[in-house]
């Protein structure tokens, strides 16, 4: 399995960032092949720099308040082939995770994989699908196509997971949805206007 990035964010996380790095750490430790933990802070906090040493994450310091910019250093730093972006950090969700990259590894080739959060009911079910992804669904998605459709919008906050989404499907990625396949790839797409393209350090 390539190596995969996973990236925290500890604004977002807040007050359960210790808890969300137990949890990685647990499910990650089971995960067939390598991967790296980063944790990606613009608060100053100096509880963070113990914290991260202490389940192998490494910290990045950024001044930018938007999520989006924020995400793009991380990205920039890390040397993962799949970019995983936990969204609740539940256990089954990180198991997803490993179970998803797996499955690609075998040959699935989805360039993204999200799993939704569950909805209850069937018009809720329903509305789900027809609605776009939220901040809560856990994603990863393939470098080379993060790359190609330029990242995050460094303009966009609590948004720019969706809209990453968003693009990787109306560029034509085959985004695949808790296993069932997504759209067939379409014309490859330049980055969108303004947004930078992310590389590798």
Known sequence: MPLASVFIDAR?????????LVTVE????????????????DTGDRRLPPLAHRHQARLLSTTSPLLG????????????????FPGTLTRDELVWLGESLSADERGLLCDAAVMRRKRR??????????????????????????ERIGGFDPQLDS??????????????????????????RKALC??????SRVGRE
């Not at 330049?190 to 947004?195: A, F, I, L, N």
């Open 26 to 41: 647990q499910a990650a430790s089971k995960w067939k092949g390598s991967h790296e933990v980063l944790l990606v802070d």
């Open 121 to 146: 009911g069937r018009l809720q079910r329903w509305w789900s699908w027809l609605t776009r992804a939220t901040t809560r669904d856990t994603f990863w998605v393939a470098r080379d196509w993060f």
């Open 69 to 84: 910019s924020r995400l793009n250093a991380a990205v920039a730093a890390s040397q993962g082939e799949r970019l995983l």
């Open 190 to 195: 330049p980055p969108q206007g303004g947004h």
């Open 159 to 184: 948004e720019a997971l969706s809209d990453l989404l968003e693009r990787l499907r109306a560029c034509g990625a085959n985004v695949c949805y808790s296993g069932n396949a997504g759209a067939e």
């Open 12 to 20: 977002s996380a807040g007050a359960k960032l210790p808890r969300h």
